[in-house]
């Protein structure tokens, strides 16, 4: 049995993602720029999105398809190194969008920043697809007990870790939601649920969007 059985925070991360362009793009025509309030508080929501991918992306390179390489058959290795090739052709973008987002003016081009969100959600997309079709079984395959505890705790040390749990469900079917929140253990679920969610919905509101 593989220790990652459960691939389907993976799955409902990669909508997150998706979601999550869509929403910092809607935000993005709909405010004027030259309001210093509204501009930062995008700016707060696209620097969560952006570590947030960065850090996904980062770990799934170090932790998993990193460690099972050197396991893998070469048809599998040529499939791990699709799914690095892939990383990198999306951060390529995502710079581009970290230097538009660090440099947001009133005087900023909206169009030429969402051209770049268009070209990250089509990479993204279409490496989603291929990552869960064919990169997870090579994972799951051959992930060790103890490269998956490394990448679990690689996980709750994201930045924002405390807010990806309710952004993962927001706007998500309540299946997913529900699935998403039963990752976590009952009595820890209890617990912070109700924490993160608050948190998430402050964040929300101070980024307004």
Known sequence: MTVMEDASMNTNLHAAFKREI??????????????????????????????????????EDRYLTGTVRSSADPAEVEVLDQMESEHQTMLATLNLLDEQFTSLS??????????????????LSQHCDHEEAVGVPIVQKYLTEDAYKEFMQYNRKAPNASLVFPWVCDGADPAVASQTWGVLPGPVRLIIKPMMSRKYQRFTADCGV
């Open 106 to 123: 009133a005087e900023s081009d909206k169009a030429a920043i969402s051209d770049n969100f268009d070209l990250l959600l089509s990479s």
């Open 22 to 59: 869509a929403r910092i793009k809607s935000g993005l025509q709909r405010i004027d720029l030259a309001d210093t309030n509204a501009r930062q508080g995008l700016a707060r929501r696209y620097e969560f999105f952006s570590q947030s991918l960065h850090h996904h992306h980062q770990g």
